[in-house]
């Protein structure tokens, strides 16, 4: 038995507002707060690829309500960069000590991490492809006047082929002068 479904092109706009069910409304609810979600993230993640940050952005452009793996890797990121608790503490506005004791032991744990026990260690450039395509796509995420630069172009990996120095454009992140002729 097969069910053949005739495809009905409708403009929402010209419905009536009262032909609209109560299911409709929160359905369409739920995709428009996912979207908005959606838009607030990719933006988010454009910042990041850019890799424009200083020491505490990642953490404080955090989209509000964000999803507490989302911040643990923002503040993950922070640190492995060279940011000091002081500054994620007051990012995230708390005590650099209660900044430390929350996730300092998710920090550790994720520096102990291997090959082995980390998917994004066994296949980082397939994981950095995927996050190209994501950056980059035109649709459906708009980033505004975002230039859509991939973030492959901006890690350390891309930096050793290309020359750039890595320790300074991290010590320059964490705020700290990034070569000795510059240091005030």
């Given at each position: 038995m097969t069910i053949?479904?005739?495809?009905?092109?409708?403009?929402?706009?010209q419905l009536p507002a009262d032909s609209f069910?109560?299911?409709d409304i929160a359905r369409i609810e739920l995709?428009?707060?996912t979207e908005s979600a959606s838009s607030r993230l990719g933006g988010y993640a454009q910042m990041v690829g850019e890799d424009?940050?200083?020491a505490g952005d990642y953490v404080r452009a955090l989209p509000h309500g964000v999803d507490p793996s989302v911040v643990r890797q923002?503040?993950?990121?922070?640190?492995?960069?060279?940011?000091?608790?002081?500054t994620l503490g007051e990012a995230l506005?708390?005590?650099a000590t209660d900044a430390e004791e929350k996730w300092g032991e998710v920090e550790a744990k994720w520096r102990r991490a291997s090959r082995a026990t980390d998917i994004y260690r066994k296949n980082p450039g397939g994981y950095a492809a995927a996050a190209d395509r994501y950056i980059t796509t035109d649709k459906p995420y708009q980033f505004g006047t975002?230039?859509?630069r991939p973030l492959s172009a901006s890690l350390d990996a891309a930096a050793h082929l290309t020359g750039r120095d890595v320790a300074a454009a991290d010590r320059a992140f964490a705020g700290s002068p990034a070569c000795t002729h510059c240091a005030p």
């Open positions: 053949e479904i005739d495809t009905v092109q409708v403009d929402p706009r069910t109560d299911s995709v428009n707060l424009l940050a200083r923002a503040v993950i990121t922070e640190r492995v960069r060279g940011t000091s608790w002081e506005r708390m005590s975002s230039t859509r």
